[in-house]
């Protein structure tokens, strides 16, 4: 996904989520909608544009964690971050999962399609010649203690209080890559 692809599903949620509960009032701790979380920031629909989103990374943005993630404020305001980038917050992640199934969708579905028709995407595929591993992002520093068993549940039926660790989203990338694998072969 790209800021693009954001910032569409960033206006498309203000239109057909706005009265959604996404957070509290810091001051009064009652809920606030997304109309009002948006109100309160001060923007409106018109004027959210690729500049003023402002999450494009660049060379300076790889080096350090930290200014990577503040990189990743939605217009600089770090609620929106929460509301639509985030997992742990008032909304259990609701916004931030759509964001990653798409993200998903993106990446593997062409990489399915070009292996069972290498003419569907005749770029894709000559790339892929040269493609060796896929890396992800992450803070490496924090620990994640999750234990994959029989009793994990499976994202269908996932209801724990807590958000996924990232290990349980990546284990489902290493899913999808270990089918393609075995597909290219």
Known sequence: MNQKHLLRFIKKTIRTKSDVYVCEDPKTKKPMTLSELVDKIGITLYDL???NLDVHADR???HRFDKFNAKYNPIGQSQLREVFLKTDNYIKGVFFAHVLKDIITNVFQP???????PKSHPELHAFLQYVTGFDSVDDESKSDKVVFNASTPTPDVYDLNEN???SYYIFYMFANISQLNQLRR
């Open 60 to 62: 300076n943005t790889f």
């Open 111 to 117: 990489l399915f399609e070009v292996t069972v028709n």
């Open 49 to 51: 544009n690729i500049d």
């Open 164 to 166: 996924p660790p990232y």
